[in-house]
């Protein structure tokens, strides 16, 4: 089982910026991937941003340019950096892990969600 704590939500003005991370613990042999989705109400949820193992790097298209997606990888921890921030990025933000356990197996965890708001 693996589990990722989320940090560094809340309530920031339009053009601020805000600073999230997530960190994995638990019993896994290493992390393939790690990323950012987010969901807003009425709003299908959507990838914002994922690394992985090599550092390879993913922006969808409305964040591309304000947001940076990083990884500790001696603490298991990913961070997305938002600059610039708009109100159209207020969303509830979601970690995603891709990790590797014991005996090769595949699987991938969620974190519990914080919450981003932007005011206008």
């Known amino acids: 089982q693996v589990q990722l704590v989320e940090s560094g939500g809340g309530l920031v003005q339009a053009g601020g910026s805000l600073g999230l991370s997530c960190q994995a613990s638990?019993?896994?042999?290493?992390?393939?991937?790690m990323g950012w989705y987010r969901q807003a109400p009425g709003i299908q949820r959507e990838l914002v941003a994922r690394?992985?193992?090599?550092?390879?790097?993913y922006y969808s298209d409305s964040v591309k340019g304000r947001f940076t997606i990083s990884r500790d990888n001696a603490k298991n921890t990913v961070y997305l950096q938002m600059n610039s921030l708009k109100p159209e990025d207020t969303a509830v933000y979601y970690c995603n892990s891709a990790v590797r356990e014991l005996g090769d197996r595949n699987r991938e965890y969620w974190g519990q969600g914080t919450q981003v708001t932007v005011s206008s």
């Open positions: 690394i992985t193992i090599g550092g390879s790097t």
């Open positions: 638990g019993r896994f042999f290493s992390i393939n991937a």
